[in-house]
């Protein structure tokens, strides 16, 4: 659908081809909604903060400005997860760790696709885990999903999960002013890695160990060009092996899938 059909499908809670039926004509004051949102599309506002909703794994979310629109690259980290937790024959009492849970897409995705498993949920604005836990009540996996405010792990006490998954903020800071309009709308806390766009997966990494058990994954989405650095930084460590790079519809290795090999405590 063009945009200007999927403003209108929004307003009309109709389907693409009602548009073009006499019956659905937009009334004076859709008209003014149609025209108001429009111009806020036309001034670089996301679009889908203006229809208030996405899809995502096919499912539906609300998104608005507390939390980072989720991307569909971000479902390769979720088909992921889900392979592992397969294979490894963990589907029956998983415990995975969403870090940076944001709108609650990927610990919402999961919990829908392994309904035996426990999840937990974190995010540093209450904003957001605000919205995650309204994306889990619509999403009907509310009762599944433990949502905790925590910067990176100073919040979690357990330390035994199977899998920690993460979509951090990894854009460098020297980019943010030039990033794109639509994206500037979005939380800078959910975009800003820092100085190299790595210091999340650095935290994560360096402090993971603490929390997996052993044989435990760390699964990461990672921006374009980061592959190389972060397998450094997972190598240095000593603890984990790279098991898996998976590269998006791009060509882009997109997913990082490491294990941990040594007994931590």
Not at 9 to 36: A, G, H, K, V
Request: glycine content about 8%; some cysteine; aromatic content about 10%.
């Amino acid at each position: 659908m063009t945009e200007d059909e999927i403003l209108r499908t929004s307003i009309l809670n109709c389907e693409r081809s009602d548009l073009y039926l006499d019956r659905f004509p937009l009334s004076p004051e859709q008209s003014s909604d149609f025209i108001d949102k429009k111009t806020k599309r036309l001034e670089g506002f996301p679009l889908q903060y203006i229809i208030g909703e996405t899809e995502f794994f096919g499912l539906r979310f609300k998104v608005d400005e507390r939390a980072f629109i989720p991307r569909p690259e971000t479902e390769i980290l979720v088909e992921k997860t889900i392979e592992r937790v397969k294979g490894q024959g963990l589907s029956d009492k998983v415990m995975v760790l969403d870090i940076g849970t944001g709108s609650g897409a990927i610990a919402i995705a999961l919990a829908k696709s392994l309904p035996r498993a426990q999840i937990t949920a974190s995010d540093i604005s209450g904003g957001a885990l605000d919205l995650a836990r309204e994306n889990a009540k619509i999403n009907e996996v509310d009762n599944k999903i433990d949502f905790v405010r925590s910067d990176l792990f100073d919040n979690i006490s357990f330390k035994e999960y199977d899998l920690i998954v993460s979509n951090p903020p990894y854009i460098v800071s020297g980019d943010m002013d030039s990033l794109p309009r639509d994206v500037k709308h979005e939380p800078a806390i959910a975009l800003d890695g820092g100085n190299d766009g790595l210091d999340f997966y650095r935290g994560i990494i360096n402090r993971g160990k603490e929390f997996l058990k052993k044989g435990g994954f760390i699964l990461f989405e990672i921006g374009f060009g980061q592959s190389k650095k972060i397998k450094h930084i997972f190598a240095a460590t000593g603890w984990f092996d790279i098991v898996d790079a998976v590269k998006d519809y791009n060509d882009i290795e997109r997913v990082i899938v490491a294990r941990l090999i040594k007994e931590t405590r």
